[in-house]
Nanobody, 122 residues
Framework: QVQLVESGGGLVQTGGSLRLSCVASGTIISIGQMDWYRQAPGEQRELVARSFGDTTNYANSVKGRFTASRDSAKDTYYLQMNSLKPEDTAVYYC?????????????????RGPGTQVTVSS
């Protein structure tokens, strides 16, 4: 069983900061690409940041305000969000491409966490 679980969401005022965490657990061999997505009510899902190795690409809407990082030793990924705006309000998800040992075999699987709510008040 492999899973991702996000935490760190909450209610913050405009201009505030939050740090989201995404913890991976299970029979993980390695984690490749890790994405952060968000989805606001009635809106399409938006890719916020995509990390592979030491490279991260950000959506224009968050560039310069959000920073993705990882602690490989803890299989934990972070999304530091600064200068938050009301339009950043959404459920944030991490989604990883994970090589896992499942039974007697090794498989590359796509895993998404349940999400964490971020609300930015004006």
């Amino acid at each position: 069983q492999v899973q991702l679980v996000e935490s760190g969401g909450g209610l913050v005022q405009t201009g505030g900061s939050l740090r989201l965490s995404c913890v991976a657990s299970g029979t993980i061999i390695s984690i490749g690409q890790m994405d952060w997505y968000r989805q606001a009510p009635g809106e399409q899902r938006e890719l916020v940041a995509r990390s592979f190795g030491d490279t991260t690409n950000y959506a224009n809407s968050v560039k310069g305000r959000f920073t993705a990082s990882r602690d490989s030793a803890k299989d934990t990924y972070y999304l530091q969000m600064n200068s938050l705006k009301p339009e950043d309000t959404a459920v944030y998800y991490c989604n990883g491409d994970i090589l896992a040992k499942l039974g007697d075999s090794y498989r590359s699987i796509d895993v998404r966490g349940p999400g964490t709510q971020v609300t930015v008040s004006s």
